[in-house]
Every structure is written in C-alpha cells, then in structure tokens.
C-alpha cells in the first residue's frame, strides 16, 4: 500500500463511538488472513477467557499490564495519533497509534483491525523493521487474546518471536493463550523462558506453579522428561531489575559462584593428575612434574601429589627437591609409607646414608611386608658402614659403582 493509498485508507475511516468493537465490529477487512472469529457475543467471550486463566489478569513490574499494547505510552495520557513509532512512515504510525488508543478503551475489534492494516501496510512497503514488525504482531495478538481467538493469538506472538527472539511480551501472551488452550507443556516452556528473561514477572510465577500440579496430574512423577526443551535465554535478552539484592540473594549467589569454581578445579586438577600419571608412565618425569606442579597450584594439600612429583624428581636426580616433596607429604599424612620410603631414597642420593636408613626402618615399621625397603635397607646399611669405614680411615668414600 502506498503512503498516499495509506492516508486515503484513514480518511475514509468511519469513527466509532466508544464501546464498538467489543459487541462484534468487523476485525478487518474481507478476506484478510487469520482472522476467524464471529461477529457475535464477543464480550462474552472476552469476559469467559479472562476467569479462566488466571494468568491474563496478572501483571508487568513497574505497574505494565501484559494486556497493554507495547508502544502505547503512559496510561491516561493524552495521546498523539502522529505520535511517531519507530521506523514506521506517518499514516502506518498513526494507525499503530489509533490501534493502542481504541485497545485503552477496550475497542480491541477494531484496535485489532488498526493493526492489521499497519502489518499490510508494512509487508506491502516492504518496511525492513522487525522491531516495528513484531510491537504489531504482539499487540494484534493481545486483541486476539482478548477477544478469546487463543490460535490466532498464538500465530501472532510466534511470527512476533521470529521477528524478535525473546521478547517479552509475545512469549508472555501466547504462554497464557496456550494455558487457556489446555496446552499445558508449551505453557509451562514459555512461561520459564519469561522468568529468565525477567525473574520479577509474578503472573510467571504463579502460573508456573499452578501448571505444574497440573502437569504431574496428567504426566505423573516423570511429568519434566515429556516437556519440550526449554531455551536457554542469553545474558544479553536478560531484563535486570533496578532494585539491589538482598543480602540473602548475593550470599546465594556467592555460594553458587564459588561451587561452580570449586567444581571447575576439581575438574582442572583431576585431568593435570592422570596427565602427569601418563607422562611417568611414559618416561617423561620433567613433563610429569610440570603437571603436578600445576595439581599443587589448585590444591596444595594434597598428599600424593607430592608423593608423584617426588619420584619424578628421584628419576631426574633432583634429589634435593625429593626430600622437600616428602617432607611436605609427611607433614599432611605423617604416617604415609611412600613419603618415607622415597625421602629415604632421597637421602641415599644426597648421601645420607643414616637418614636414609632411619626412613627405611619407618617404612618396615608401618609394614614388614614391604621387600623394596628391606633390600634398600640393607643396601644403605652396607653403604652406611663403608662410609664409616672411609672416614674412620681419613678417606673419602667412592660411590659403590664407580
């Protein structure tokens, strides 16, 4: 339709006094799509779907009605019909404005067929405004909604939604044409991806808890497997409120956070230890350390990792820093068999022979049945006694395969 066509249209627009519409006025012109209802006892059915579903009579933050058309302005206000909307040209957006007026005074007939004509009136221009587009959309379905038309109502919101993804409102309007539907599953999913996108929505919440008994009457028990998915809103749809937190709300948060990086370590720490089990494994100690190098880093009390990185330092000859690992071990699990025995293969390298020895008969001590210790033991004991011997004798001991 064009701008010219478009004016013409509304100057040939009877006016209608207050109260028509609701009593059975045409909702748009012959022929035009999806739009089926009758002509008859319209309030009727108005008034029947609003007592059904609880849901429509429930209410926006910040005093906004979901039943409100979007871009309708402040309740109560004058209201400028050349007000301008969005990337609409003139005539579309008086039509959108004169669809919002007569939606106030409950004339949703023919506020319903203001919004037709500016849809018509966009798809025909070709208008590239899918924020427009979908306000159009949303609000024609708030007529359908309230004129008890559910399937027409649901078509909207959904072209609404290709349009937008995540809009408030259009999801809102179809979760309540879908309860009134009996459809309690789809409901359910829109009315939880409505609560992601604003927690504060309290029609959301009651109808979220009504639905659900209802769901485990008819679904039982296993009533969440046959939901269909639910989508994950992003960060970026998510509306926030202006309110601070409580307290309670920031500690539960905090708690949450530090679980999830709780897990995230214990996730990080558990593959670093088979790395660097599989790198010994291998042959490769200094990689091996290195991984449990890292493992320390996240959790520095943990016993067998100094154990492991001990005996990688045993096989790359750094006998210093063995000890260090199994004095560390030994201080968290003072009782702990490899600690000792490889603290005790430590001193042997470093030549200290007595520690080494004093090790190795802790290890028999906690358990006799440990040969490795027995055999280490006597092999230091020897060692041990020809050191004596070399020192006794003024001579510097030579290392037995030298």
Same mark, same amino acid.
């Given at each position: ?153 649901? /078509?909207?919101? #959904? @072209?609404?939604? &290709?349009? +937008?993804?995540?809009? !408030? %409102? ?88 530090? /679980?999830?990086? #709780? @897990?995230?370590? &214990?996730? +990080?720490?558990?593959? !670093? %230890? ?129």
């Amino acid at each position: 339709m064009s701008v010219c066509g478009l004016r013409a249209a509304m100057g040939n627009t009877q006016k209608k006094g207050p109260g028509h519409g609701e009593g059975g006025g045409p909702h748009s012109q012959p022929g035009t799509p999806g739009h089926k209802r009758s002509h008859g006892n319209n309030t009727a059915n108005s008034k029947e779907v609003q007592g059904k579903s609880p849901a429509v009579n429930g209410t926006l933050p910040a005093g906004k009605s979901q039943d409100e058309p979007q871009g309708s302005g402040t309740a109560g206000a004058s209201c400028n019909l050349d007000a301008p909307c969005g990337a609409l040209p003139l005539p579309l957006a008086r039509l959108k404005n004169e669809g919002n007026l007569l939606f106030k005074n409950g004339q949703f007939g023919d506020a319903l067929e203001k919004y037709t004509q500016a849809i018509d009136g966009c798809l025909e221009a070709g208008i590239d405004s899918p924020e427009d587009l979908c306000v159009l959309y949303s609000n024609r379905a708030a007529c359908y909604l309230k004129d008890g038309n559910s399937t027409d109502c649901i /078509q909207d919101c #959904t @072209r609404a939604l &290709e349009l +937008r993804p995540f809009s !408030l %409102k259009p999801l809102l309007r179809r979760a309540m044409a879908y309860e009134t539907l009996e459809r309690y599953r789809k409901a359910y999913v829109d009315y939880k991806t409505v609560l992601q996108i604003d927690v504060s929505v309290q029609a959301a919440h009651d109808s979220v808890h009504r639905i659900t008994k209802m769901l485990i009457e008819q679904d039982g028990p296993d009533w969440r497997e046959k939901l269909p998915e639910i989508p994950m809103v992003p960060l970026s749809a998510q509306q926030h409120r202006k309110d601070e937190p409580s307290a309670e709300v920031l500690e539960a948060r905090a708690a949450r956070a530090q /679980q999830e990086k #709780t @897990r995230k370590a &214990e996730a +990080r720490f558990t593959l !670093l %230890k088979q790395e660097g089990n599989d790198l010994v494994k291998s042959g490769q100690f200094q990689g091996a350390a290195d991984k449990y190098s890292e493992c320390l880093a996240i959790k520095p009390n943990e016993c067998v990792i100094y154990t492991n990185r001990a005996l990688c330092y045993l096989k790359l000859e750094g006998f210093t820093e063995a000890k260090q690992d199994c004095d560390s071990a030994l201080q968290i699990e003072p009782n702990n068999k490899k600690a000792f025995y490889r603290r005790a293969l430590a001193h042997k390298g470093l030549k200290d022979y007595l520690s080494a020895s004093t090790d190795l008969q802790e290890v028999l001590q906690l358990d006799p049945n440990v040969q490795e210790a027995e055999q280490e033991l006597e092999t230091v004991t020897n060692l041990l006694r020809e050191s004596l011997l070399a020192n006794s004798q003024g001579k510097v001991p030579l290392p037995k395969n030298a």
